[in-house]
């Protein structure tokens, strides 16, 4: 036997209840218990993984950009420059060679940048092949930093380098680098503080929506079922919030509905079981044939009584557990109520039963369930049967964009303190506490949940007739 059975013709207790209902989160449950994040946790993660893929993609983003510009800023400078590169070389050749050093110092003064000449074969380690290729052409290359400008003499060895640009002899190019990284820091350093600050109260609210749906979970998988999710603070959670308010709600009713029919059922099984035992005992006593036919027809009509046990409570169940949708199509009222009412004629055997459908409008139709509504119209007739005296009468009326059906019966009535209560599984009269009309108290609750899953009623009042009169409403037109 597992944990979570019952031995038969005992009620569930509590702890089993609650075991049935542990096993569904036993699967989840750890993982929520295993993910005990704080939120400044939580807030340094997410922030460090949005704040660093946003500077990843920015610095990317500027690293593309500044590549694919680097060409047409190279051939902007290079045509920016090479008027004052012929100028200073113009100048240099009418000057004999071995005064160009000296008459580059001068003109060197003149400019904000460095002037120089070097040897050619001196530049083959610090230009890339295609920058070589364009200085021995007579152009102007350019280093990779785009900073240091190299021109040939002529066809001397001699080599003219202008730059860095960014000289040194000049205070505003030599601050500009470290302002423009300090201004550079400053802005990344601001859109990460308004980033943190806006992630913190955007973050918060999830944060409590998390830790209460952790702590509803916490609380369904130790057995409170009647826990339930607070409303969520964002939008992000609420349908989980609602999903897990749906799903705490359901289990709480399949462990009601589940309850109930142990207990009804164990109970109810106690009594054919009890007969058949007796039966069989003063079977083996006797050899009068006639008690022996008496006791076998008595063990016959107790196990039609278990079949009917179970075959009523499966039916109940599976209204319960399923919650089916109605499929509704259109039939011929008359027609069809009469029809249903001949088909469980015979159980009535010395009873008047008629059929009353005069107040209808000719050539009625209505929409119901054909599969679902006759096990809510042959309930109300067999409780008919166990109660009604000499007849009963099954009648049929329009009001409004409602159809009604009245079962009546002569019998022995309900008391208004008590018509509501017979729609409960296994609830049974004191009065009805016997073999001939005890039945098991379900069918009037399979015909309720039959008219709840149509969006109609099942009531009971006062019959005309003098006994018990129970009614079905529903909407004519779905």
Known sequence: MTGTETPAGEAPSKEHNQGLARSL????????????????????????????????????????????Q??????????????????????????????????????????????????????????????????????????????????????????????????????????????????????????GVIFAIALWFWIRPVWRDLEALRQTARNLGDGHFDTRSPGARTQLFAPLSDTMNNMAERIQQLLATHRELSCGISHELRTPIARMRFALEMLAETDEAAERERLWAMMEADLDELDQLIDTSLTYARFEREAPEAHFSSVKFAEWLENEVDAVRLLGRRLEVTVDTASLPDNLHVDLDRKAMPYALRNLLRNAFKYAGKQIRVSAEVDGETIRIHVDDDGIGIPPEEREHVFSAFTRLDRSRDRSTGGYG????IARRVLELQGGTANAAASPLGGARFTLAWKARQ
């Open 25 to 68: 989160f036993r699967v989840s449950l750890p993982r929520w218990r295993g993910s005990r994040y704080s939120l400044s946790k939580l807030f340094f993660n997410f922030y460090l993984l949005a704040m660093g893929s946003f500077v990843a993609i920015a610095f990317t983003a500027d690293f593309v950009i500044s590549t694919a």
């Open 70 to 191: 680097r060409g047409i800023t190279d051939d902007y400078a290079r045509r920016f420059m090479r008027g004052t590169i012929s100028l200073i070389e113009d100048e240099l050749f009418r000057h004999p060679r071995r005064e160009w050093k000296k008459q580059l110092e001068v003109i060197d003064k003149k400019f904000s940048y460095r002037l120089d000449i070097v040897e050619r074969i001196t530049l083959d380690h610090s230009l890339t092949p295609p920058q070589v290729l364009k200085l021995d052409a007579g152009d102007i290359a350019i280093d990779h930093d785009g900073d240091i400008m190299y021109h040939r003499l002529g066809t001397s060895s001699k080599v003219l380098v202008v730059g860095p640009l960014a000289s040194n002899r000049n205070p505003e190019l030599v601050d500009r680098l470290p302002l423009e990284l300090r201004l550079r820091l400053l802005t990344w350093s601001l859109i």
């Open 442 to 445: 379900l069918g009037l609750a």
